[in-house]
């Protein structure tokens, strides 16, 4: 009853066909995603047209261009998958292909390594090219660099160390070029070569060490087919340094600083800043530093003692800062004592003597060693007992000099006493040496004045001189008191001064007519112009004749009364060497103000010349004119300079010349100074001691020695160089001016 009846389909049936129809799906979807994008969304023909999508181009030498193609179909619809050939022809001839992308693009890609134009063909498929072409153009143009410039153009380096030359490539528009290749080259004292690349800032640099002092020129070129031929020269002068270490020798107490002066020169003796320099102690305090010299080419290192005992100082130039000495680094050295009492003498060098009360008194001592060498940096202690106490310290300076100066305001006797203070105890110590002086300060109320005629009957026409001579209670003798004289009789007159350092003034007047004349002076001690009551005055009379007087004999030849040999005065500072005193205002001059180097010994007394206080020395004639420079105790120099090169203008070293720009130039006198001689000039008086140059520098025939010698004239001064006479004071020695001039005015010759 069932075998009619169809066979049952079972869940296994049913799965094989669900299983069929997934897997059609999925080949339907692999086939629809393997088709070409154009080709899912709209049908596409043959390509027919092929054009470039850039206008012509302009490009630089060596650089890369990309030109791009658009495939299309009638329907201008993009053509993948065709094969597109491009041609170059012109100043660049390259050639090759691509395929165009779903785009319809196709890509060429060439460099031109030369200048021109290029035409760019492109075309469809493989063979020469049909009907379907474009074509574009390419102009290349070449990479000229504006300049190439090498720094440092001019330089001066140390022998030994390193120099960096840099060199800077820009084009037309002043912009930098990278990847230029630069040549450097060095020819000269110093030979080689060297390549670089110019960087992002056009920059190519070239750093070498001169080995050899002398000449280098530095070449840096550009030299390429695309870019041309381009060059820079520089200079630069290798020098090998010389070096000069001071002091030579010193001697020091252990507690005193030493300072170290090294001056680095080249050959020509011209400064070398920032150079290092390196100095080395070596003995009692072995020690070494670096340093930089400034401008003007020192370099300066200090150092000290706790030991007795002697070092050595070295210093070198370090070129090739390796701080060690080579071989071909100059040395200088210098020796350095040290020792516990530098200070084994000391001398004051002012007398005991008399002041007026309100004036000042200076007083200055100088200390020297065991060897006789003065000593620097010692402190002095000076102390005033008596009527006017007082004390004070300084410390000697280079020369082992110190000073001081007080104001006795009370009358009465002071004792001054100086001792060096070795070892800074304050205290003086057995073997620290001391000195003392005494000053006797007196009145300064004129309370009588003698007045004396040169001559009771002089002749009219002639000239008679009276002189009051002014003093005190205590009979001292009163400077700077002014005198006043009135004449009255037969001829009248008046006049005034002020009584020198041995209370004398003086007062000439001529006589019209015959007669008899007083004459009165008074002592203004208030300077109010009149007499007053207790300002003493005295009278003389003379008679004025018509017969002429007998002549004064003349004097001896080479005798002149002032300049004879004078006995020691006890106010004043006597010097054996000439047989001379200086007194006063005038020995305070010659101390503070030059001393014996610059004015040399006295070699008169004190004088009335032309109505003029004066007292001549062996290189100057100092003046009192009183009132006239208060601070410099009124002393004025005689322009001796000028007395003996009177009448020789016309010689060619006297004419007024043109500034030399080396030099300092005065136009007052129309001259130069130069050298060492100004040097001297500034550093030991200046113009209030030497004037102005009357001269250019020459050469002379000393009249002492019979030497010649390098000269320069000066209003109050002939300055000498005498090489290795004197290194301090830049081997200047002065003229014995005062001494010429004393022998052509009186024929005294000292």
């Not at 030991?684 to 019979?706: I, M, W």
Request: a negative charge.
């Amino acid at each position: 009853m069932y075998g009619n009846r169809p066979p049952r389909r079972g869940p296994r049936s049913r799965g094989r066909v669900g299983r069929a129809a997934r897997i059609a799906v999925s080949l339907l979807l692999i086939v629809l995603l393997a088709l070409p994008t154009g080709a899912a969304l709209a049908d596409t023909g043959p390509a027919t047209s092929v054009s470039f999508d850039s206008e012509p181009q302009t490009k630089t030498v060596g650089e890369s261009v990309t030109v791009t193609v658009a495939v299309t179909d009638d329907s201008d619809n993009p053509v993948g998958g065709e094969s597109v050939s491009f041609k170059v022809t012109g100043a660049n001839t390259r050639s090759g292909s691509s395929t165009s992308g779903e785009d319809g693009k196709a890509s060429f890609t060439y460099s031109g390594s030369n200048a021109g134009d290029d035409a760019i063909t492109a075309w469809i498929g493989t063979d020469d090219p049909a009907g379907v072409t474009d074509t574009t153009t390419v102009t290349w143009e070449l990479a000229a660099e504006k300049s190439i410039t090498l720094s440092p153009s001019d330089a001066t380096s140390i022998v030994g160390s390193l120099q960096t030359m840099t060199a800077t490539v820009k084009d037309t528009s002043n912009k930098a070029v990278k990847g230029v290749n630069v040549t450097f080259t060095t020819s000269g004292a110093n030979t080689g070569s060297a390549k670089g690349t110019t960087n992002n800032n056009g920059i190519a640099t070239f750093t070498y060490t001169g080995m050899h002092a002398g000449h280098d020129t530095v070449t840096a070129t550009v030299n390429d087919d695309n870019v041309g031929t381009v060059m820079d020269v520089a200079a630069i002068q290798w020098v090998q340094p010389r070096i000069k270490l001071e002091p030579k020798t010193a001697t020091n107490a252990i507690t005193v600083t030493q300072t170290m002066t090294a001056t680095v020169t080249d050959d020509d003796g011209l400064p070398l800043k920032d150079i290092s320099v390196r100095f080395k102690v070596e003995g009692k305090n072995p020690q070494e530093a670096s340093k930089q010299s400034g401008s003007d080419g020192k370099a300066t290192f200090s150092f000290s003692s706790s030991k007795i005992g002697t070092d050595t100082v070295t210093a070198y130039p370090d070129t090739n800062r390796n701080a060690v000495w080579d071989n071909d680094e100059p040395v200088a050295t210098a020796t350095i004592s040290w020792d516990t009492n530098p200070a084994t003498g000391l001398v004051l060098n002012q007398a005991s003597g008399t002041e007026i009360v309100g004036s000042s008194h200076s007083v200055t001592a100088t200390v020297r060693d065991p060897s006789g060498k003065t000593s620097s940096g010692v402190v002095i202690r000076f102390t005033v007992t008596g009527a006017n106490p007082t004390s004070v310290s300084r410390t000697t300076n280079s020369d082992g000099v110190a000073g001081f100066a007080y104001t006795g305001s009370k009358t009465g006797k002071d004792t001054i006493k100086a001792y060096a203070d070795v070892n800074g105890s304050n205290s003086q110590e057995s073997g620290e040496p001391s000195a003392s002086v005494t000053v006797n300060w007196v009145s300064n109320v004129p309370s009588s004045l003698a007045l004396a005629a040169d001559t009771d009957s002089p002749a009219i026409g002639s000239s008679g001189t009276f002189t009051a001579t002014v003093k005190n209670p205590d009979g001292t003798l009163l400077p700077g008191v002014t005198v006043r004289f009135s004449v009255s009789g037969a001829n009248s007159g008046s006049g005034s001064g002020a009584t020198d350092k041995d209370g004398k003034a003086s007062f000439s007047y001529s006589g019209a007519n015959a007669g008899d004349d007083t004459i009165t002076a008074y002592a203004d001690a208030n300077r109010n112009g009149s007499k007053d009551s207790g300002e003493p005055s005295d009278t003389v009379k003379v008679t004025w004749s018509t017969a002429s007087p007998s002549p004064s004999p003349s004097p001896a030849p080479g005798h002149f009364g002032p300049a004879d040999p004078a006995p020691a005065n006890p106010s004043c500072t006597f010097y054996s060497e000439t047989g001379h005193n200086l007194c006063g205002g005038f020995r305070d001059y010659w101390n503070n103000y030059g001393g014996l180097a610059v004015y040399g010994f006295p070699i008169t007394e004190e004088f009335q010349e032309n109505g003029i206080t004066t007292q001549y020395f062996e290189r100057a004639r100092f003046e009192w004119h009183p009132g006239s420079w208060p601070e410099r105790s009124d002393v004025l120099l005689g322009l001796v300079g000028n007395t003996v090169t009177a009448g020789r203008s016309g010689e060619a070293p006297f004419q007024r010349t043109s500034a030399n720009g080396n030099c300092t130039f005065y136009g007052e006198t129309g001259h130069n100074l130069c050298g060492g001689f100004r040097d001297y000039w500034n550093n030991y008086g200046g113009l209030a001691v030497y004037g102005f140059p009357t001269s250019e520098e020459f050469a002379e025939r000393n009249p002492d020695d019979g030497q010649l010698y390098t000269v320069q004239y000066f209003e109050r001064g002939r300055f000498e160089w005498h090489p290795g006479a004197w290194p301090e004071r830049s081997d200047v020695m002065l003229g014995r001016l005062g001494a010429q001039v004393l022998k052509s005015t009186y024929g005294v010759v000292r």
